[in-house]
């Protein structure tokens, strides 16, 4: 379901911090869409529907976590998000139109760079050494918080 070869991945999975995951994240949700448009645009129900339903199951994961004493109105707003991205999902997957994946795709790369804006500058405030507890600058709350989502994830 990807160009990108697992190992590769991988290796950009391991170590990774927990707002690098989240964009790694939208990243699979794009690349999802974006074989789903290609599958709708040569009539492939099957492949369109499988990219969809992964890409449904990774807005589940980056909506588990989500710690709502924490994060306050970020994570509520980001849970209401992705509420609305999964209703779209949902609704170009039974009303499959080029212009609904279209639009998923846009707003998926949009939300995705702001990710990488905060990436920049966790990153920035690391090589300055400076410490700022994750809790407090994340709504996602951090791993040893979240129980592990028991659906079979393969990204």
């Known amino acids: 379901m990807t160009n990108v070869p697992k190992a590769y991945r991988e290796a950009d999975v391991r170590g990774a911090t927990a707002v690098r995951l989240v964009v790694l994240l939208y990243e699979q949700i794009i690349r999802d869409l974006t074989q789903a448009a290609l599958a709708f645009e040569q009539n492939d129900i099957e492949s369109r529907t499988k990219c969809i339903n992964h890409a449904i199951l990774v807005v589940a994961y980056l909506q588990s976590p989500l710690d709502f004493g924490k994060?306050?109105?970020?994570?509520?707003?980001?849970?209401?998000?992705?509420?609305?991205?999964?209703?779209?999902?949902?609704?170009?997957?039974?009303?499959?139109?080029?212009?609904?994946?279209?639009?998923?795709?846009?707003?998926?790369?949009?939300?995705?760079?702001?990710?990488?804006?905060?990436?920049?500058?966790e990153t920035a405030l690391t090589t300055r050494s400076v410490s700022v507890p994750s809790a407090a600058a994340s709504p996602i709350s951090s791993a040893a918080d979240v129980s592990p989502v028991r659906t079979k994830w393969q990204g």
């Open 71 to 121: 994060g306050g109105k970020v994570a509520k707003d980001l849970d209401q998000f992705y509420n609305a991205l999964r209703q779209n999902l949902m609704q170009v997957q039974f009303f499959p139109s080029k212009n609904g994946m279209n639009q998923l795709i846009t707003d998926a790369l949009a939300v995705r760079e702001a990710w990488i804006e905060v990436e920049r500058a």
